[in-house]
């Protein structure tokens, strides 16, 4: 009987911290601004509510993005797309100093992980090459069979960012109605 691996959830430490920072720091900032629609039911609070949810979607999804090794294959979550590509698919890892990790299937078709785009950062810390070294070694132990999977994209979901754009876009037609 094969042994599983667990599943390993690969980003930047940073990222984390700042979604969550500006999740909550925004949305403060938004229940600020709503309190204060009560009082001053003009359109201005209603537009800076929905500036702020706008913002925490637009964060919530570029810092979501990362790389999950399952037992299987690869998901690469990006924060449109998600690809799903399967371990026997992968011809090449790209990544490393200081650049940014791409995975190149069997195909030639490249695709890029935004979890670990070059920086200036990753150039002192490595982020990028430790994640393309563990990366490698996955698929390393799974590259055997010559048959190739397919490689699934869909949207990617992020629920707390989609319930942050709907509301923002609801803001914006309150401040409409209100006046700006």
């Known amino acids: 009987m094969p042994t599983r691996q667990r599943k390993e959830v690969l980003r930047r430490t940073s990222s984390r911290v700042l979604s969550w920072v500006t999740t909550v720091g925004f949305g403060l900032v938004a229940v600020g601004l709503i309190i204060s629609l009560t009082y001053n039911p003009d359109g201005g609070p209603a537009s800076g509510v929905a500036a702020c949810f706008f913002t925490i979607a637009f964060c919530r999804r570029l810092f979501g993005s990362r790389i999950v090794l399952g037992s299987s294959g690869v998901t690469v979550v990006n924060p449109l797309i998600t690809y799903q590509v399967p371990y026997t698919a992968i011809g090449e890892i790209r990544g490393g100093n200081g650049g940014t990790l791409n995975l190149v299937t069997r195909t030639g078709d490249e695709i890029y992980s935004t979890a670990f ?64």
Do not use: P
């Open 117 to 180: 785009g070059g920086s200036i950062t990753d150039y002192v810390v490595g982020s990028t090459e430790r994640a393309a070294d563990r990366i490698e070694k996955r698929v390393k132990t799974r590259r055997t069979s010559t048959q190739q999977g397919l490689v699934e994209k869909k949207f990617t979901t992020s629920w707390i960012a989609d319930f942050c754009a709907v509301g923002g876009v609801v803001f914006v037609i309150l401040a409409g109605a209100l006046g700006i």
